[in-house]
């Protein structure tokens, strides 16, 4: 199964060569027109870099992942209903609502092809004590934007007549990212104050990869991570605020910042490559019902997705105060007011027509307290960490948990089944998340190693994180999200006819009627018959986890014609424990591998190749089929 849209009469390298020579001549048109010049009292300098990348799928699809309703059909080209009743229980995963991506590609597909431009105006006063700076962003995906999709195309996401559909949001874009302007006051004291205002990004910590860190003045576009050759500076999301900064003595600093708009993580759209919460994403619109049982779209097996509840623009700020000791360490304290900027899932009970109506919301006014420190010696070791402490964060609560609940007041599950709530009514909203306290702490040591393996330069990095939630109830009492739970955890939903083992769901065999899950209608009394789904083989969200993160590079100075080699390693593992949705960093037992390479010149041409592999967790690891490699080529002026 291929992508319909693509010329599978060129080769893949043959298409590279094509779009290569394209950003070539585009670079050699466009390199006259770079811009540095002195006017009598400013400096400007206009900087642009031009990218093309493109990412290959190398991994087989892991059956195990994909819902059982849509591998049945995949393979035999027949309704999953005809299994019904049959005692068999077909393969796959419990769930139809996070393989969407994973369906339109295929091993050895393209997933990603892109051209991608980043520009930035510097405008200095000579005397250096205002200025103003801003970055633009654009870039088109001509898989995404150009490609029929095999399963699901993403114009189908959202939208009217292809308009702002999934295609749109991810495919391509063309935005400001930082606009802003900047003043430095020198007092007759010898005090220094800076003043920043407009769209702006501000990195408070010491986090190098983990997130949900002390730097959560502004949220993360994931969808711009996925562009092959992407950097960090384009995924970070800036926001309208005002920041000062005031020296109040060699040792002592202040920082503030008050926000005037809310900015939401941006989730990869439903059916691209990465998705694996085909709900999730701007142009997510429903939820599958029934554990997989049952063909996509079919009546009443869908639960659509209401409107968004973003979070108010008011309300969020922070302080920071830092001190410089005489050793050398800078110590950091926080407090931030923020609003969350993961979604929570929510939902509406059934009415009485039986609609059933999910909705993200973002939870306000989270209070994060934290430290930082950070020290290096002069043999190049640096040591680094933080701790946050959040008062009333929200924490998704298991999402089956929730679709029990409205499902309730239309008798089709016996009341009680759900932990989150017990008679509820008609459409009534049932909450999705709980508010508890958390704490978050990691340390970064950073080493410069010298010579190794005949570099010129070698840096080694490792970060340890781990996230401990405070007054957790257990599992018995209230489940909370890990990623892969498809199933509730409620042994009431396990089921054994003594028929060769465990028998599930619509596919079991009980010639009498007798299943466990049958219950009586609590209004009319009525018997009904309804087959167990059986319960989760994934754990759930656990109250401690933690894991690390490993990083590598050499550095091979001038190896050849003034080009510079960079070859790295980068290792995750998230050792023990479920971190709850929607902090998700741990999740017991994934790992993942990066081998790269990048090849740069002084003149600002880079290459940049990278193998990513995806193991660990069981089922759980939703992208643990997702092995890619990426090439990205890039010139700078």
Known sequence: MKNTGLNHNNSPMTRLSKIAAGVALAVSAASSQAVNWDTENYDVNFDTTLSVGVGIRVEERDRNLVGKANLYELETGQPISNLYGSGTVPAGAWSNNSDDGNLNFDKGDFFSQVVKGVHELDVRHKDGDQGLFARGLWYYDRILMDTELPFRNLDSYGGDDGRNTARTEQGYDARMLDVYVWKTFEFDSGNVMQVRLGEQVVSWGESTFIQHSLAEANAVDLRVLRNPGAELKEAFIPTSMIWTSIDLSESWNIEALYQFEFEEVKFDEPGTFFSTRDFLGLKGEEVHLGFAQYSEGQ???????????????????????????????????????????????????????????????????????????????????????????????????????????????????????????????????????????????????????????????????????????????????????????????????????????????????????????????????????????????????????????????????????????????????????????????????????????????????????????????????????????????????
């Open 299 to 637: 009546p009443g097996t869908v639960a659509l997705r209401d409107e968004t509840r973003f979070a108010d623009d008011q309300g969020q700020f922070g302080i920071k105060l830092g001190y410089f000791t005489d050793y050398g360490t800078e110590l950091g304290f926080y407090y931030m007011n923020y609003h969350n900027r993961r979604p929570i899932i929510s939902a509406n009970a059934a009415n009485s027509q039986g609609v059933v109506t999910g909705f993200l919301e973002y939870p306000e006014d989270i209070q994060m307290y934290g430290m930082s420190f950070n020290t290096a010696t002069d043999s190049g070791l640096s040591v680094a960490g933080e701790i946050s402490y959040r008062v009333d964060e929200p924490l998704q609560v298991d999402d089956v948990e929730l679709l029990f609940a409205t499902l309730e007041p239309i008798g089709q599950i016996p009341v009680g089944t759900s932990q989150v709530a017990s008679g509820v009514g008609l459409g009534e909203e049932i909450s999705g998340y709980r508010l508890l306290d958390t704490v978050q702490a990691q340390m970064t040591v950073t080493s410069l190693l010298g010579p190794v393996f005949g570099s010129d330069q070698t840096a080694f990095l490792v970060e340890v994180g781990a996230n401990q939630i405070l007054d957790m109830p257990s599992q018995d009492e209230l489940r909370f999200e890990s990623e892969g739970t498809f199933r509730s955890g409620n042994p009431n939903r396990a089921i054994d006819y003594n028929m060769n083992g465990t028998i599930e769901g619509l596919f079991a065999l009980d010639p009498t009627g007798t299943s466990p899950c049958g219950f009586n209608h609590p209004v009319t009394n009525q018997r009904i018959r309804t087959e167990c789904e059986g319960m989760t083989e994934n754990g759930f969200a656990d109250e401690f986890s933690w894991g690390y993160r490993m990083a590598m590079r050499w550095d091979y100075n001038n190896i050849f014609s003034g080009w510079n080699m960079s070859p790295r390693v980068v290792f995750q593992h998230d050792v023990s424990g479920n971190t709850p949705a929607p902090i998700s960093n741990f999740l017991e037992g994934r790992k993942s591998l990066s081998l790269g390479v990048s090849l740069s010149t002084l003149s600002a041409w880079k290459w940049d190749f990278a193998y990513n592999s995806y193991f660990g967790g069981g089922s759980a690891n939703l992208i643990s089929d997702r092995d890619h490699v990426s090439l990205a080529l890039s010139y700078s002026f």
